[in-house]
Each structure stands twice: as C-alpha cells, then as structure tokens.
C-alpha cells in the first residue's frame, strides 16, 4: 500500500480541524487513528512508538492496518504533527513512499506556545502559570521557532512536495485555502467546510452535566478499573475530555510583559521563516493577537 499525503506538523496549530474537513471529502481516506505516530521515534515523545513495536519489525505490512477501512482507490492520508521535529521520520517516510505530500500548518507562534502550554496543563503534566510551565518544559516555547524545522524538512524533501498553509488563514479564507488544498492533493474541491461537526481541535466538547461529574469520580479513584472499562469507549472519549478542559481553564495567562518578550525572541525567527517560504507578512505573526481553543468559525 501507499500513503498520498502526511500532514507532519505543527502540533497545536489546527491539524486536527483540517484532519476532520480532508475526511469529509468523499476521495479522501484519514487513517483510523488521526495520529498514528508510526514512524516516529521513541526517543522524542519519551515512550515507545509505532516504530519500535511495528515498523522496525514488521516492515511497512503492519502500517496497514491504519488503513484497513478505505477503499481501494481512496487517497490515503494521516496527520502526525511530530514529525516535522523528527529528521529520522522524515527521511523514513521520504525512502518508504517518495511520492507522498506532505501538509504543515502554522500558526501565530505565541498563541502555539500558549495553546501548548493549555494542552499540557489539562493532562496535569506542567504548573498552571505559563512561565513557570515554559521554564519547567522548554518545548513549551522552543517548538514555536519554526524555521530550523522548516529547514531542515525542505533538506530532505523537495519544496514541491510540501505545502506550508496558516492557521490564521484557514479561518479567514476558508474557501481559498480548500481550493489551495484541493489542487495540492489533487482532488476535486469538495470538502464540507460548512459542517458543524467539524472542530478545530479535539479537546471541544458537549459532554452533559452527569456525564462530566461520573468521569470526575473516576479522574478521583484511577483502580475503578472495571467500572472504566464498562463504560462505552466513544463516552470515555468525551468524559476525559471534558476533566482535561476543567484543567485547562486553571491556566494562568501570561502576563502582557511575557508576551511582548517573548514575540520579541520570535521576530527574527518570524522573519527568517518568511524567507524560507518566499512570503511576507506571514497572516499576523508580528501582531498582537493570539487565539485559544475553539471552533473555527463558518459560513
């Protein structure tokens, strides 16, 4: 089998919104889990991976499993938006499918840095204040430097085969952007943007009252195993999203002067990442604004 197209990066920056519009496209196949991490490296998530407990053994048979729901003639794609970190991923991916495309989306580096630092606090895994959580995990800020890694991804895989879109603008010119899309990956431009099941990322929820209050007591008391279990996988889903969000809103902002500091640090970068990618401005990166988690807005 083959993969078309792999969106590798940048985590918190929409990939999962435009991983949920490519698989209302009728020629479009998302793998069965959105994030397979199949050829990442253990070392860079600090557990193990696809790649040590499949690629490495059983070859490019056991990626299709992933698959194993699409039709025969489906474009074939995936999101894992680690890999852009992962010189090793990338070039296994080059050698195993020279033909594939590959997505990465950007987003206003501040507000990247400040969604990630949300998303790491509502898995209770960094301290509520932003500065305190950067200092404890400087990825928090570092993986908002984006040029070095669009660097050394273009010295691996040829500009053509990559298309760079912006978060910002995919909100702004949805439309375009899908046409920009369409055209990359070849197909016709028949994507549900209007959609309100589509989300911009994972950790929105509907969940009800009693539902968010049940996975509460179980966040409490981890041994309920049995009574985890019993519950049906796709309510588990949306009960431990729901805790993840209550953690998430204990997030200290941080304050106008860490803000301005630390857009200051990512000017050159902003400006160097322009130059890789032969446009500028980049939508509003040297701007004031930054965006949180919510739905994207539609028509």
């Not at 273009?154 to 375009?176: A, C, D, G, N, T």
């Not at 981890?222 to 997030?251: C, G």
Request: charged fraction near 25%; aromatic fraction near 10%.
């Amino acid at each position: 089998m083959t993969i078309d197209f792999i969106g590798i990066g940048v985590p918190r920056a929409g990939t999962t919104y435009l991983s949920s519009v490519l698989a209302t496209h009728p020629e479009i196949c998302i793998s069965h889990s959105k994030e397979t991490h199949f050829f990442l490296t253990g070392e860079l998530r600090g557990k193990a991976t696809p790649r040590e407990q499949y690629y490495e053994t059983d070859g490019l048979n056991a990626i299709e499993r992933y698959f194993s729901h699409c039709k025969p003639f489906s474009v074939r794609g995936e999101f894992s938006p680690w890999y852009i970190y992962d010189t090793a991923a990338l070039t296994a991916i080059k050698n195993e499918f020279p033909d594939c495309k590959y997505l990465i989306v950007l987003r206003d580096p501040v507000s990247r840095a400040l969604s990630a630092h949300r998303h790491l606090l509502s898995g209770g895994k960094v301290p509520a204040r932003f500065e305190k959580a950067a200092a404890a995990r400087p990825e928090i800020i570092e993986q908002s430097f984006y040029a070095s890694y669009l660097e050394n991804v273009f010295s691996i895989i040829p500009k053509e085969r990559v298309l760079v879109m912006i978060y910002e603008e995919m909100i702004s010119e949805q439309e375009k952007t899908m046409e920009t899309l369409a055209n990359f990956l070849g197909v016709s431009n028949n994507f549900d943007i209007a959609s309100d099941d589509i989300l911009q990322n994972a950790s929105y929820t509907r969940a009800l009252p009693l539902e968010k209050r049940v996975y509460g007591v179980l966040q409490m008391f981890p041994r309920l195993h049995k009574i985890r279990r019993a519950i049906p996988r796709s309510l588990r889903i949306t009960l431990k999203q729901t805790a993840r969000n209550k953690l998430s809103r204990r997030a200290k902002p941080a304050g106008e002067e860490t803000i301005a500091e630390l857009r200051s640090q990512l000017i050159p970068d902003i400006h160097r990442t322009e130059e890789i990618l032969g446009r500028t401005p980049i939508a509003n990166f040297i701007g004031v604004r930054h965006f949180y988690v919510g739905v994207i807005p539609t028509k």
